[in-house]
């Protein structure tokens, strides 16, 4: 094969219940995902320029917000295929085109997802032919939301978010995103909400799993499963980018049966009670302070994979 094209999905974070700051910088966390149908697509090329003073791996974004992704060695699809040549033991070339959909920076995995479609389209470009138990330890390392883009669907990750189990879902959820002008850093984010905490002296415990969400969504209950939707880093989001409140507020004004931030934002989730309703809620939110443009979407939806 000189080139294997992957589809990955965008992820909402249906719970993310940030525990306290670790001493590895990090945070503990409960984090329900949820694969929903916004697509990147990652193609890894045998490389057109084989000449010795080539790198070995290059990157190309196409797409709406291609100017925003780094086109150099930090792109994570990159970072990705290079710790997956290092865990073979050998050196391998590839040229990476990243067609992106998902939004960048916005709350959306969308940089984990091109990260773990790298890792399914090398692994079979160099017929690596290595199980999807290695592929998700490679992915771990690259960053903690890598391994529930391979994986897919909807479920829990614990510790930094990297140890997933997944979780039994009844239907489709129709859901409506609201893409924001600009991105917000995930790092600063979760800073945001470490100060907010301190400022306000509140103890934020260790995370526990909401039985009311995990039956809502074993039950495809959407009505249940929207008013148990919730995300510890919303009050930072909001903190850092204020106008998100009326986003928010818009949705819920148009009949959202539940409405929040998504991840670290700035990209806004609603939930509706079917495709029509979902189509209704992102023509009503296109005039919302804050909302550049509104799309609707399904999940749960599998990761990555094949597709060419
Ligand atoms: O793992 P990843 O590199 O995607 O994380 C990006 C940043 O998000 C981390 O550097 C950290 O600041 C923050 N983070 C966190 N706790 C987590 C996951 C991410 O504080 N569980």
């Not at 992704?69 to 990705?80: C, G, K």
């Not at 995370?207 to 995990?214: C, H, T």
């Not at 209704?280 to 509104?294: F, P, Q, S, V």
């Amino acid at each position: 094969m000189s080139a294997i094209t992957v589809r990955v999905p965008a992820k909402v974070n249906l719970q993310l219940a940030v525990g306290p700051l670790r001493e590895d910088g990090y945070h503990d966390l409960v984090n329900v995902f949820h694969a929903v149908s916004i697509f990147d697509e990652v193609t890894a090329a045998e490389p057109g320029d084989v000449s010795a003073a080539a790198p070995p791996l290059t990157v190309r974004i196409e797409g709406e917000s291609a100017g925003e992704v780094p086109a150099n060695d930090d792109n994570l699809a990159v970072r990705a295929a290079r710790a997956l040549a290092g865990h073979a033991g050998r050196s391998y070339r590839a040229d990476l085109l990243i067609r992106k959909s998902i939004p960048v920076a916005g709350g959306m995995a969308g940089g984990s997802a091109d990260a773990a479609a790298a890792l399914v389209a090398c692994n079979e470009l160099w017929g690596l032919g290595l199980p999807v138990e290695d592929l998700m330890e490679i992915a771990a390392d690259v960053g903690s939301d890598v391994p529930f883009a391979l994986l897919g669907g909807t479920a829990v990750g614990t510790g930094r978010g990297e140890r997933l189990s997944r979780l039994e879902t009844s239907g489709a959820f129709h859901w409506v995103f609201a893409l924001a002008d600009g991105g917000l850093s995930t790092p600063r984010v979760y800073g945001e909400c470490d100060r907010l905490r301190e400022e306000a002296g509140t103890d934020p415990g260790l995370p526990v799993a909401s039985e009311p969400l995990l039956a809502a969504l074993r039950e495809g209950d959407a009505a249940a499963l929207g008013r148990a939707l919730t995300n510890d880093l919303q009050p930072a989001a909001l903190s850092l980018r204020p106008s998100l409140a009326h986003t928010l507020h818009a949705g819920a004004e148009l009949g959202a049966l539940g409405s929040l931030v998504s991840g670290s934002g700035p990209t806004c989730a609603f939930l509706a009670a079917s495709e029509t309703h979902a189509a209704e809620i992102a023509a009503g939110l296109k005039n919302a302070e804050g909302c550049r443009a509104a799309v609707t979407a399904t999940g749960p939806v599998p990761g990555a994979v094949v597709v060419g």
